[in-house]
């Protein structure tokens, strides 16, 4: 019976859309003032021209170009948030706490509080368009979504 419900859930995902909570991702917020500069130089990543409620995909690198974590970059109006693989959230958080010197930014883990998900499939912006004009789920910069009453 499992079996079969696993390939009912893929078919979902791959025909339409499904909701895929990422337990192997992690979050890192970054707050202050000179967040955005001091991101942009230490990933590959124009991470100033991100406005607001954008999202881009960098790396955290060494000065010699070694990888240490593959990333997303969200903007919002008060914080960037780092989306990277779970093992490698520390190696995030040490690499940007070591070149933390004079910038205006505040590092925060957020395994413990924020979950990332994931609405993956063909329908996903058909479903998202939806349910953000009817609003279901109102983005609010700084704070975790609203939800409202349906």
Known sequence: MMQA???EEYRAVRQRAGLIEGPLWGAVEVRGADR???LHNLLTQDVTSLAPG???EAA??????KLLANLVVLADAE???LIAP???VDTVLKTLDH???TEDARLADRRGSHVVLALQGPRTPEILKARLSRGVLRLCSGRRPERSRM
């Open 5 to 7: 419900s696993l390939l």
């Open 36 to 38: 955005a500069g001091f």
């Open 54 to 56: 954008a999202a881009a």
């Open 60 to 65: 955290l690198v060494t000065p010699t170009a």
């Open 79 to 81: 914080a960037h948030w």
């Open 86 to 88: 779970l093992e490698r």
């Open 99 to 101: 070149y933390l010197i």
